[in-house]
């Protein structure tokens, strides 16, 4: 069965600060992406990130960043020079790769961590 | 270019009615799933459907049902209605085509509170 945890319920940081949200996850397919969502309070969730499990590079977007770790089973998520707007709560998905094509997985969510960054 | 479209946005009910959900999926999108998102917690997969049948489904009783039309988009039927089916809403529509680089675009929502 799959499983993400997301140790983290709130984090708090003053502006500025960098911080790293935690993510760690569980499957016995050898096959599987790994995302991270934005919910701002609207309630959508926005997409931030995709990553299979044949790939480990780290990537940078801006001031997002993210460490996925195989051997550690885990995708971490770093933001630096936080802002307010970055304010949310943030969610770590995982899910097996669909059988019929890219769009037919389900995703499996962490509880999320509330992230609030105070000016 | 739309993304994906719910209504209504808030919804009260009493228990033991029954409750239809909207969902018109991002233009080009041709899967649409359903997640359950209750307060404090991370949404949960309800079901999916593509080509206007379900395709898989998460652990949710009967009462939960869906449906698709042949313009993709999707309605969520909740029948008999529990004081714990009070929740966030959420609809994702994605493409299923092997090598899509986003997945999901989800909706933001539909509040239901049941009372």
């Known amino acids: 069965a799959q499983k993400v945890t997301q140790a983290q319920t709130e984090i708090s940081v003053v502006e500025k600060e960098d911080v790293t949200l935690d993510c760690v996850y569980e499957t016995r397919d050898t096959t599987y992406y790994l995302f991270w969502y934005k919910q701002p309070p609207s309630g959508e969730l926005v997409f931030l990130i995709r990553?299979?499990?044949?790939?480990?590079q780290n990537e940078i977007s801006g001031r997002y960043s993210w460490n996925f770790q195989k051997s550690t089973s885990s995708f971490n998520f770093t933001i630096t020079a936080s802002q307010v707007v970055d304010s949310a709560v943030y969610f770590c998905a995982l899910s097996e790769a669909g059988a019929s094509g890219a769009g037919s997985y389900q995703l499996t969510f962490g509880k999320g961590t509330k992230l609030s960054v105070i000016p | 270019d739309a993304g994906v479209t719910q209504s209504p946005t808030h919804l009260i009910k009493t228990r033991g009615q029954q409750v239809t959900l909207r969902c018109s999926p991002k233009s080009g999108h041709d899967t649409v799933s359903w997640y359950q998102q209750a307060l404090g917690q991370g949404p949960q997969f309800i079901f999916q459907?593509?080509?206007?049948?379900?395709?898989q489904r998460g652990n949710f009783p009967d009462r939960f049902s869906g449906h698709q039309f042949p313009n993709y988009s999707s309605e969520l039927n909740v029948n008999a209605l529990l004081l714990g089916d009070s929740a966030l809403y959420l609809c994702?529509?994605?493409?299923?085509?092997?090598?899509?680089?986003?997945?999901?675009?989800f909706g933001s929502g539909t509040r239901l509170t049941v009372v």
């Open positions: 990553r299979n499990s044949f790939d480990e």
């Open positions: 459907y593509y080509e206007e049948e379900e395709r």
């Open positions: 994702a529509s994605s493409l299923d085509l092997i090598g899509e680089s986003e997945g999901y675009t």
